[in-house]
Structures are given as C-alpha cells and as structure tokens.
C-alpha cells in the first residue's frame, strides 16, 4: 500500500502544481480561464503530449530517444510528398507518415539491441539523419500544396480538435497496453533490471526494439498532425521537439533509469508545460523570457519531486 | 568503546528496530546474529552513519556522536564493509581500494606507485594475490568481496562493521580474513560482525548479541553459549534438524551432460541428473560451477558439448530456451540476475510465467493476483502486499520469491545456484524442506553450493569440479567433508 500512497501523492502533487499555476493565470489574466483558451490549451499540448507518450516507452526501458523532432520533420516531409490534391487517397500520406517514423523508430531499436550503441548515440546519429533527409527529400523548401482531406486533420469533429482527439486515443491506448499486455509489463522488467529480466525468460531485444518502434510510429503520427496543421511538410519543423517530450515525462514521474514510470504522470508533465508555455503566451511574455522560465519551472518540478520521493 | 543507546528505526510505518542498547568493546569480536529481518544491517547502518536513527543516539568516546553521513564516521573511525558489494566496476582495485583516501603527491596529483604499493600491502594483509591493476568488473564476486574488506582496513578504523563478509568467500579467504581479524584485534580494533555460519561465530566472537523481529533477544560472552542455544535465542523456538530425510531418487534420467565445454571456464563437463534426484555440483570458488549451470540455463551457452533433456538432445541459447523446455534456475547473483527492484513483489513471481496467465498478449490480473497471492503464501513471504517493491524486502524473502518465481513456470530441472546464500537459518531450513520436496515429486535439481554440510546433507550424488573439470563424482551417502575438499582442491 506504501507504494500506491507514494503515486497518488506523486500524482496529487504535481496536479497541486498544475492546480495552482491555473489559479495563479486565472488571476493574473482575463483570457485564461475560457473554455476557448482551455480548447487552445489541448491543441497546442496535443503534438508534445503524442511525443510524450511515444518516448515515454523508450525511457522506461532505460534508453532516450533524442530524435523525436528530427523525425517528426522527416514524417512531415514525406506526409505531405504523397498528399498533394488528386494523387492518392488521404490513407496514403498517413500511412507513408506513420510508416516513415516507426522505420526510423526501428532503426534506432536495431542499432541499440543488436549493435550494442548507447541509446543517447543511436538516436543522436538518427537526429541528425533524419534532419538531412527531410532537407534532402524535400530540397530544403516547405512541400506545400496538400490535399484539403488531409488538412483537415487539424479540423474539429463534434466540436473537438482532431489533434486532441488524437493525442487522447494514443494516450489511452498507451495506457492500456503497459498495464495490460504481457509486453508492457516486459517493458517495465527491462528497464528495471534488463539482465535479471533476460535470465528470467524475457525477450529482452524484441521488448526493446518494440519500444523503439513505437516510440517512432507515435513520432510519425505527431508529423503527421504538425503537417496537417502548418499545412506543409517544413524540414526545419520540430526543432528541439524532443526536449519538451522528454520533460514532460520526467515530471510525470518516469526515471531517465528506466523502469518507472505511467502515462497517467506523462499526462500531467505534458499539461503542465502546455499551461505554463499557454500563460506565459497569453501574459505576454517574451520568448526570451520564456525558455529561462520553463528551464527553471522543469528542473524545480523535478527536484520537488525527486526530494518527496527521498524522505 | 562504541555504545548504541536506545536506538531505534522505522521506514514508512514499520518499525525494522526498536530501542536497543549494546555495547561494543575495542579489541573484541561482537558477533551480531538473527534470522534476516531481525534488524543486524540496520543497526549497522546506523552505527555507520548510513540512517539517521528515530530515537536514542551513539556514543563513541564517551562523548555523543552525530553521524550525518558514512563520511562523518569514517573520519571519527568507524567503517563498514557493506553486505550488497559496492565497488565502481570500472576503475581498478587499487583505485577502489584506496577510494576517498588516495595517497597524494605535491599540488593534489595521485601518487599512483604509492597507491600501487598501499593496495598490495592491504591486500596481502589478507593473503589474497589479485593484481591491483586489474579491473574491479573482471573479478568474481569473492575477489570483490576481498576488496571491499581490503578497502576499510585501509582506513585505519577503529571499528570495523562487517555485513556478512564471507557470504561469497571460499574456505581458504575466509580463513586469511580471519587471521586479519585476529591481527586487527590484537592492535585494540572493535570488529562487529554479522554472519549466518554458525561455527564462523563460535570460532571468531568475544561476544555475541542476538536480534530477533528488531528487537535485542540478549548479550552474552561467546563462552557461554553452544549452537543449540543461540538458534533457540534467534528462531524463538526449537529447531530439531534443519535437514530433512533424503529419499532415493529413480533411476529415469532427466537431464544427461556430454562434454560440455567453453574455455577457458570448463571442459569436457559430463554428469546426469535422474529424476527425484539431488545432485550437487560441488569445487572451490572459481571451478566453474556457476559457469556450467550457466550454460545448462542458456545465460552464457557452451562452445561444445551436448544437453539431453527428457531424451531429446536440446540447443539452449538462451534462458526463454531453457524454460520453455522445463528447465528453471535460480541465480547466484540474487540482485545483477534476480530482481527487479522497483516492481511489486507479486509482479516480480509471476514474471517468468506470465503467459500461463495471460489470454492472448493481455494478462489476466485476475488469475495472475491469485497466482502471486498462493505463491507468496506457499514460500511464505513476508511482505505489506503483492504491490511492494521487492528491494525493500530482507534477503530470506526476496530468496523465497525468486524460487517462487522459478517454481511457477513448473519446470522439471530446477538449477540452484547457492540457493542459500546469506539468508538466515530459518529461510534456510524451509529451503531444504522445499528441495526435498520437489524431489518427492519426481523433479531434478541441480544445486551448486559452498556449504559442504549442505551439499554431503541433501544431495544423492556430488560432481566434483576442480579448475574447469570434473574432479570426481561421489555417492553422498558414503561420502564425507574431508574427501570432497580433497578432489575440490588444485593438486
């Protein structure tokens, strides 16, 4: 029960935490509490919150994945290649979207379980990789054109974002399979103690290079919603994406050394950085301003919570 | 002299020490003794300034001490030698060894000869000949262990606790440390000193304090007690024979070894194992007992060699191999191999056989809870709930939940390697009930162990290795310590 305590206090401070910075906006500003602001809120949360989840995978297998921005530009690039109007059923530029970001996702995951090189390489090479190839695919120009169906991706259905409703099934399904499937539990295993999960029977590689995979499938997906919604695949686009992902789950209580963590915690850590970035807008802030100010409220959240989690 | 006064300790609403006082005198061996849980390591850490106790306080030197850190401590005198090894894998054993206390040169520089010559001489004191240039990750666990000890005599303390330091030791090291203490005690040297050996306590303690469910049973001068009367202080009960009767085994061959070879471990290993049969895989730390069941399991295959199991020849590359076809294990290396810490306990027994509780990909927490649930129960492990993190728990119950973890899965070999290794007597004896047990039932176990009454008291037959090879394989019933050590030792 000690445990259980520990996370609903966990999970209870950091909502605390959000509570109270919306609090403190909704003094500060007029335009905060509005459910059209809150609607703006999940929009702009939804790209960070599917990297969030994605790499959330990797990091509880105890490895990074520092090109989730690189490849969202990459997905975006070869999204938008397949959308333009009349070419191919809207299926396709989201498939060659999703499939783009798990191919790289999967080649992370090899060269990590198979070769053997330190996650924080791998995915540093693939970084830069795939930056080189969306400006190769792409000739260095924003591919423009695309089709009004896919778009639309970045609409509303009933009255809610696309994105949104996006970031919500992933999370979801997330949340679902790391508590449900034999291969999330594994996922916990790895990252908790690989070689004790390996002698008690573990596929240990296949665990990662699903890991791996996923955590690319969902970067596609983000690629695809950031083209949709900027309606060109840019090749610069997603600068430092991988950061704020990478954030948003340590605050949610995941450890960089693997083996713990939830989605529930990713959660919150991706909404608490929507509601600062989104106050901090709307206050009128200057960018400048901003970055130092979310660097402190990231390395202050996690200091907080890591001095709870001692005593 | 070192006084704990009245000191006491909890972690989150379990009280792991109540108030206890004892005294420790310079130039004696205290042994502290108590089945795991008891409160031994606790006490240490406190003394050690590892925890901060609740209540009551130290005295060291007649005046009250305030340990805030193992730093505090080490600088007024007292060091510890941990029961979970910490050495850093990558610098070498003298730069372990002299970790904190580097001997330097002019402007702060290590004196690396310096360093050179500190740690051999430490390291001679214990008779031991690792080479101080070597990597600390290529040593055994027993040259690890070794180290360790040779790191706080190289503080010069004026305490020295030591957590079970020869849990990993041959006979050989444990009788060098031991003649390390006596020189220690002769220059006025307090030694507090846990161990689950019995003769180790009778030969080295002054005096003997016993620890049972966090609380002080008494202190008596080793004189006065026998081993009957200390297992009766520290289990609360009688304890008539830990051994349970051995039982013949059948003669239907389960597992058969041919040749079995990757050197420069071992070589041509061949052995069997029938069915309701304990054998013991037997040698000196180093033979290549680990490393041949290692083999068996797929954790490190053989280069050669043939493993027939149940009549059909097997090619084992990995532990999912080797469990798929019935053969489980339980690891020497009970943290590197065993656990995973920061998950439940129940999630942790339930984890090699997760698909018997599964339908399809997803698990049935259902069936999967009352697996854990009956599991738990069977091997009696204590623990608040299912959902507590296995590190918390004492070494006997983390024990018992790895075995439950290789028994769920049913397997027909069962490889156990030093399956008791620093828990305490009472886990121990449930062990031996339970080995016995799966003999009954028709199981083959495989067990490598250091304890030869635990091998010569629970094995049909023992196989021998000495430096990679089979030295001898001996019927157990008509066999004695004396013969076992004599094909175990380098000729």
Known sequence: ????????????????????????????????????????????????????????????????????????????????????????????????????????????????????????????????????????????????????????????????????????????????????????????????????????????????????????????????????????????????????????????GTSLAGGVGTITGTLLGVLLIGVINNGLDLMGVSSYYQAVIKGVIIVGAVWLDRRQARS | MLRALELSKDFGGLTVLHPTSIDFHLGEVHALMGENGAGKSTLMKILAGLYRPNGGQVEWRERQAEFTSPHDALVAGIAMIHQELMPIPDLTVAENITLGSEPCSAFGLIDRPAQLARAKELLSELESDIGPTRLMHTLTVAQTQVVEIAKALGRQADVILMDEPTAALSDHEIAALFRAIARLKARGVAIVYTTHKMDEVFRLADRISVLRDGRLVGTAPASELNPAKLITMMVGRELADVFPVRLPSSNEVLLEVTGLTREPAYRDISFHVCRGEVVALAGLMGAGRTEVVSAIYGLQPASEGRIIFNGTPLAIGSPQDALAAGIGMVTEDRKGLGLIPAIGVGQNITLSALRDFSRGPLIDHTAEAAASHTQMTEFSVKANSPSQPIAQLSGGNQQKALLARCLLGGPELIILDEPTRGIDIGAKAEIYALIQKLARAGKGILLVSSELPEVLSLAHRIVVLRRGSVSATLDAATTDQETVLRHAMPL
């Not at chain 1, 401070?13 to 809120?41: E, K, M, P, Q, R």
Request: hydrophobic share 55%.
């Open chain 1, 1 to 252: 029960m000690l445990t259980l305590d520990r996370n609903l206090l966990h999970r209870f401070g950091l909502l605390l935490v959000i509570l109270f910075v919306g609090l403190a906006l909704s003094l500060l500003t007029d335009t905060f509490l509005s459910v059209a602001n809150f609607t703006n809120v999940a929009r702009q949360i939804s790209i960070n919150g599917i990297l969030a989840v994605g790499v959330t995978f990797v990091l509880l297998t105890a490895g990074v994945d520092l090109s989730l921005g690189s490849v969202v530009a990459l997905s975006g690039v070869a999204c938008a290649t397949f959308a333009h109007p009349g070419d191919h059923s809207v299926f396709v530029p989201i498939a060659v979207g999703l499939l783009t970001g798990a191919a790289c996702g999967l080649v992370n995951g090899t060269l990590v379980t198979l070769g053997g090189v330190a996650p924080f390489i791998v995915t540093l090479g693939m970084m830069t990789i795939a930056r080189g190839l969306a400006l190769i695919f792409s000739g260095g120009r924003p591919v423009a054109d695309m089709s009004n169906e896919l778009t639309a991706l970045a609409g509303d259905l009933f009255g809610i974002p696309i994105p949104v409703l996006c970031f919500a099934g992933v999370a979801a399904a997330a949340w679902f399979f790391l508590r449900n499937f034999r291969l999330g539990r594994h996922i916990y295993a790895v990252g908790g103690n690989e070689n004790a999960a390996r002698a008690a029977g573990v596929p240990v590689e296949k665990v990662k290079l699903l890991a791996y995979g996923l955590c690319g499938l969902l970067t596609g997906l983000a690629g695809v919603v950031l083209a949709a919604r900027i309606t060109t695949g840019q090749p610069n686009a997603g600068q430092a994406y991988e950061l704020d992902a990478i954030a948003a789950v340590v605050i949610g």
